[in-house]
């Protein structure tokens, strides 16, 4: 399903991640743990193709998308939902429009987009939630829109960059429920980027954890 | 071609064919015509060049200091109604100088001493700093506003008020200051439109006497040459001041750090500032509004400018609309290139900006006066681009960095999910940019409408706009009718203006 060969990535020139082979396979829910600046967002925004590799490729399902300083498949052309860290919902556009957006840029027709809007509205609970402005919504609200917009295409991948960090630990509680229940509904693969143990604990089936280089140079490898 | 590549093509397109590719060949024309004998400073002209060099040093020092002096009172102590004394204050940079010499003329008597006084260097040293001020207080008081208040907050766990303003914020604004002289000063020293209504010889009188008068073409090229030496050096300054701003830790903050002022203290800054309102710009009005003796005379100016103002009104909101589209090309262009050499766009902006209009318009008539580009030179596209050339920098600086505002991710997630980069710009940039851009063309309709030179210069002849039409009226008409026709002016002004602040003030609600 991904597959990293060799990957080395940074910023610039500057290494900060190093991965010789990772594999995730279909319908893993795999969760990246590690400190801050161990490029746990780089290595999601890698497979998003927002950064292209310093060294190495990317593959997502066989097809090669990012090689050594290019991108070969660009980010709307991967098939992958993204859940951001700071949720990035457009603050112009409604619940509606905001979910809807792929499906828009699918170019599936309103109708058939407003059914689906239908379903995905029940599924994650926000039902009459439709024409409502996104500075209207809670915290918890604005995280199942979010989460909504990212499944609504029916991605094979779903990219999810510490989602629930601004939650309180009741709500965090419930969402990561929420987003296991949602993925064995849905059946995509799930990478998830956190850096609370107990998060990572609730939502995977496999853990990897980014650690310092022993050569002391500050770049990061990956374990698990 | 990626569409970020295309967006940098047209962005340099832009400034190479309106700015950069026409001033070039000015200067190649004016270095050959310099070492074929032309002199660069003709009899009696050194006098003028230096009557305008010491006008600009003066008017630059005490507008700087004036200015940051009500900067800081309006964005750190916590008398109200910041944006209402900004605006009252800017009033004189946004009108056409044409009218604030007006107002001024209107206002007092001829023969008196006063009068007298208005029409030496002083005079134009007076009103010159009622409309340059603005230029420093604006800057002063946006980056004032800009730094962080845990800054000041921790300064003050080991000074006072007096000691914090001092050591951070006077410290931190020091390269602004610098900044703000530097374009105060070559401001003034392209400023024509007040010289030459005071009838004072300074050295841009001399320049477009040189070019409208004699048509002396060759000779205006050589004596520009001062100007724009004078113009690099000043952007060079510029360059190095601003390396020292740290703008890089400034940020918008919900929190500011306000001194509180005492009743007293605020009653006593609230009366010096009234004071100093109505000196620079209430006065003037009063000039004009005073001077209009009946309703019917109100009446019978409509009726004489209506053509002139309404040809104002739309070669301000045309020049409005192709200098924001320009901006919005550069700006797009720099928020998505991020070589560094792409600062190098900002640097002519500024640089074309800075520059006297006189030279931007003898530059561009130079350029496009050929038989393959006569659709240019004779129709409204020369004016358009002398527009776009000055005040590019205008409209790119507000898009851009409303543009830099803007979380990355929101771009982003459009592309994740299936939005192409074109599409992006579409729906998500372009909506988000919405407000900036209305503030972006009203900002360049206002500075349209107060240009005339360009006016002067580009447009042909019969074709006058209000402020020039005012001007030559004003030699030899009644002054109640004259003062009335002003008022029109003044009134499609504050329309621009009102709507500005109306956009502003909904920009400044915003979340993001």
């Known amino acids: 399903m991904i597959a990293f060969e060799k990957v080395v990535l940074g910023y ?35 497979v998003a193709g927002f950064e292209a590799p310093l060294e190495g490729s990317i593959l997502l399902q066989g097809t090669c998308v990012s090689k050594a300083g290019s991108i070969v498949v660009p980010p709307y052309r991967r098939g992958v939902g993204m859940v951001f860290q700071d949720l990035a919902l457009w603050p112009h556009m409604d619940v509606a429009e905001n979910i809807t957006f792929g499906l828009k840029m699918q170019g599936i027709p309103k109708t058939q987009r407003d059914t689906l809007l239908d379903e995905m509205l029940n599924t994650i609970g926000l039902t009459g939630y439709a024409s409502r402005t996104i500075d209207t919504l809670s915290g918890g609200q604005q995280q199942r829109v979010a989460l909504a917009r990212a499944l609504i295409t029916k991605p094979n991948i779903l990219l999810m960059d510490e989602p629930l960090s601004s939650l309180d630990s009741q709500r965090n509680r419930q969402l990561r429920e929420e987003i296991v229940r949602l993925q064995e509904t849905f059946g995509f693969t799930l990478l998830y980027v956190t850096h609370n143990n107990e998060e990572a604990q609730a939502i995977a089936t496999r853990i990897l954890t980014l650690r310092p280089k022993e050569d002391g140079s500050g770049v990061h490898v990956i374990e698990g | 071609m990626s569409y970020q590549r295309l967006l940098l093509g047209l962005a340099v397109g832009i400034v190479l064919l309106m700015g950069v590719f026409p001033l070039l060949k000015m200067l190649y024309l004016a270095l050959a015509s310099l070492l074929g004998g032309t002199a660069i400073l003709p009899d009696g002209t050194l006098e003028a060049m230096l009557r305008s060099l010491l006008l600009a040093l003066g008017v630059a020092t005490i507008a700087t200091i004036s200015g940051t002096l009500i900067a800081l ?27 604030v010499i007006l107002g001024w003329i209107d206002l007092l008597p001829s023969h008196t001493p006063l009068s007298k006084l208005l029409h030496t260097s002083v005079g134009a040293a007076w009103i010159d700093t009622t409309i340059f001020m603005p230029v420093a207080m604006l800057l002063g008081f946006f980056f004032l506003r800009r730094i962080p208040a845990s800054l000041e907050l921790a300064a003050l766990l080991y000074t006072d008020e007096k000691g914090m303003l001092r050591h951070i914020d006077l410290t931190l604004l020091k390269p602004v200051l610098i900044l703000s002289f530097l374009l105060i000063f070559i401001l003034v020293l392209g400023e024509y439109s007040v010289a030459n209504a005071l009838h004072i010889r300074l050295f841009s009188v001399v320049l477009f006497t040189r070019f409208s008068a004699f048509y002396d073409f060759e000779g205006t090229l050589v004596m520009s040459l001062p100007l724009l030496l004078v113009a690099f050096g000043v952007i060079m300054l510029e360059r190095i001041a601003i390396q020292h701003t740290h703008f890089g830790q400034m940020h918008q903050e919900t929190h500011r750090c306000h001194i509180v002022l005492s009743p007293l203290s605020k009653r006593l800054c609230i009366l010096l500032l009234a004071a100093a309102v109505t000196l620079v710009t209430l006065l003037p009005l009063w000039g004009i509004l005073g001077t209009i003796d009946t309703i019917s005379q109100l009446y019978r100016a409509l009726i004489e400018v209506q053509h002139p103002l309404l040809r104002s009104l739309f070669y301000a909101l045309a020049g409005g609309a192709a200098v924001t589209f320009a901006g919005l090309i550069v700006a ?91 599409q992006t710009l579409r729906y998500i940039l372009l909506p988000l940019l919405r407000s900036i851009l209305i503030a972006a063309l009203l900002v360049g309709a206002l500075f349209c409408l107060r240009e005339s030179t360009f006016a002067m210069l580009l447009l042909p002849p019969g074709d006058a706009t209000l402020p020039l039409y005012l001007a030559t009226r004003s030699a030899n008409g009644d002054a109640g009718l004259i003062a009335a026709m002003a008022f029109w002016m003044l009134l499609a002004i504050s329309a621009l203006l009102a709507l500005l602040l109306y956009v502003g003030t909904k920009l400044s609600r915003r979340s993001l």
Request: charged fraction near 15%; glycine fraction near 4%; proline fraction near 6%.
């Open chain 2, 73 to 99: 009172l309006l964005a750190k102590t916590t008398l109200p109604f910041a944006p209402l004394w900004l605006t009252l204050f800017s009033l004189p940079l946004l009108l056409p100088p044409e009218i």
């Open chain 2, 332 to 422: 797009l262009a720099l928020y998505l290139n991020k070589a560094r050499y792409t600062g190098l766009l900002e640097h002519i902006g500024l640089f074309l900006f800075i520059l006297p209009s006189i030279i931007i318009a003898v530059a561009l008539i130079g350029f496009y006066n050929r038989s393959a580009t006569e659709w240019i030179y004779a129709s409204v596209l020369l004016i358009l681009f002398a527009y776009t050339a000055k005040y590019l920098i205008l409209s790119e600086k507000l898009i851009h960095i409303r543009l830099q505002q803007l979380p990355k991710s929101l771009s982003e997630a459009a592309l994740v999910h299936g939005a192409t980069p074109l």
């Open chain 1, 12 to 46: 610039d020139t500057h290494p900060v991640l190093e991965i010789s082979h990772l594999h995730i396979t279909s319908k893993e829910r795999v969760v990246i743990v590690g400190s801050s600046g161990s490029g746990k967002s780089t290595l999601l925004r890698a």
